[in-house]
């Protein structure tokens, strides 16, 4: 079965650094881009930035530029999502998505990361 | 890059066809047939249900389709079913960001 699976929830104070990962399984894993999207409580969808395991090249979203770090490692097919100094609005779900072609075809089940002092 | 422009809700009643709208520029909706669609349940992960404007990927209903003029793409549904009510979202590739959703939709069946 293709699959991706993010880790644990997270709780952390402000300043805090964090990563979070995700481990796909069932495919190739160097074939396709892994995306990171952002879901703030009650809101929509946010594109953040994605990451080709390949070759560990990445593209953000202007909006997400400087505050996140996308990184993958592909020997134990993992990406991972890190913030080094965290804020309350970093507040939300966090999912990954595989590109297949122009979309995103298998989710991950989030990742709920919650900020607060 | 701002989102794309998708109506806050839809409603219909079982059996019912909706659409809901996708608005975008040029540069995203208008210049690329890259425009998918994904259905969210409450507390799950979003589904595709309609990649490059009008595919549906293995195991999505045909009730769900997808369409595109100009800079406005279209997601359908006919045959409305009680388990169709989710929120819906629009992504497009885009010249900058270089991906892009819409706000989303939040669908009712009546």
């Known amino acids: 079965e293709v699959q991706l699976v993010q880790s644990g929830a997270e709780v952390k104070k402000p300043g805090e650094s964090l990563r979070i990962s995700c481990k796909g399984s069932g495919y190739s894993f160097t074939s396709y881009w892994i995306s990171w999207v952002r879901q703030m409580p009650g809101k929509g969808l946010e594109w953040m930035g994605r990451i080709d395991p390949s070759d560990s090249y990445t593209n953000y979203s202007p909006s997400f530029q400087g505050h996140v770090t996308i990184s993958a490692d592909k020997s134990i097919s993992t990406a991972y999502l890190q913030w080094s100094s965290l804020k309350a609005s970093d507040t939300a779900m966090y999912y990954c998505?595989?590109?297949?072609?122009?979309?995103?075809?298998?989710w991950g089940q989030g990742t709920m990361v919650t900020v607060s002092s | 890059q701002s989102a794309l422009t998708q109506p806050a809700s839809v409603s219909g009643s079982p059996g019912q066809s909706i659409t809901i709208s996708c608005t975008g520029t040029s540069s995203d909706v208008g210049g690329y047939n890259y425009v998918s669609w994904y259905q969210q349940h409450p507390g799950k992960a979003p589904k595709l249900m309609i990649y490059d404007v009008s595919n549906r990927p293995s195991g999505v209903s045909n009730r769900f389709s997808g369409s595109k003029s100009g800079n406005t793409a279209s997601l359908t549904i006919s045959g409305l079913q009680a388990e169709d009510e989710a929120d819906y979202y629009c992504?497009?590739?885009?010249?900058?960001?270089?991906?892009?959703f819409g706000g989303g939709t939040k669908l009712t069946v009546l």
């Open positions: 998505a595989r590109h297949n072609d122009d979309a995103f075809d298998i």
């Open positions: 992504s497009s590739y885009t010249s900058s960001s270089p991906w892009v």
